[in-house]
């Protein structure tokens, strides 16, 4: 287990279990990867990823999903905020905590309705002043 990895539950917001693809640029390096989402919540999500990152490194996001029978994609600039390292079948797998650091209002309005309709029952609370155009 890498140290970077907090050892305690320090949620904010509920995580949601989800398995959509993401890819994304880092700030060390303008090359597209990609990997998958492990969870996801208000406030960021967890995914695992093939690429060996510090904790603070910046990452332009996409996340990719279905809604409404239609294939879209949720981006943000997101944070790691802490990782830690798997060994799979002899392959080195990172698992990083990622906080969302900036989503437009578009993006928090679609993240919002993603996380309604994956929630048990549909009753995530929607962010009004989040939805409503000023």
Same mark, same amino acid.
């Given at each position: 287990?890498?140290?970077?990895?907090?050892?305690?539950?320090?949620?904010?917001?509920?995580?949601?279990?989800?398995?959509?693809?993401?890819?994304?640029?880092?700030?060390?390096?303008?090359?597209?990867?990609?990997?998958?989402?492990?969870?996801?919540?208000?406030?960021? /999500? /967890?995914?695992? %990823?093939?690429?060996?990152?510090?904790?603070?490194?910046? *990452?332009? %996001?996409?996340?990719?999903?279905?809604?409404?029978?239609?294939?879209?994609? /949720?981006?943000?600039?997101?944070?790691?905020?802490? #990782?830690?390292?798997?060994? $799979?079948?002899?392959?080195?797998?990172?698992?990083?905590?990622?906080?969302? $650091?900036? $989503?437009?209002?578009?993006?928090?309005?679609? /993240?919002? #309705? %993603? *996380?309604?309709? $994956?929630?048990?029952?549909?009753?995530?609370?929607?962010?009004?002043?989040?939805?409503?155009?000023?």
């Amino acid at each position: 287990m890498d140290v970077d990895k907090p050892t305690a539950d320090r949620r904010r917001f509920y995580r949601f279990p989800v398995d959509y693809p993401i890819s994304y640029t880092s700030e060390h390096s303008p090359d597209i990867s990609t990997g998958m989402t492990v969870n996801l919540s208000e406030g960021g /999500l /967890l995914a695992c %990823l093939f690429d060996r990152m510090r904790v603070g490194t910046q *990452l332009d %996001l996409e996340m990719f999903y279905t809604s409404e029978l239609q294939f879209t994609s /949720l981006s943000a600039q997101a944070k790691i905020v802490w #990782k830690d390292i798997t060994e $799979i079948r002899e392959a080195i797998e990172y698992q990083y905590g990622i906080e969302f $650091i900036k $989503i437009n209002r578009g993006e928090k309005a679609k /993240l919002y #309705k %993603l *996380l309604d309709s $994956i929630s048990p029952a549909n009753h995530y609370p929607l962010k009004e002043n989040i939805l409503t155009p000023k």
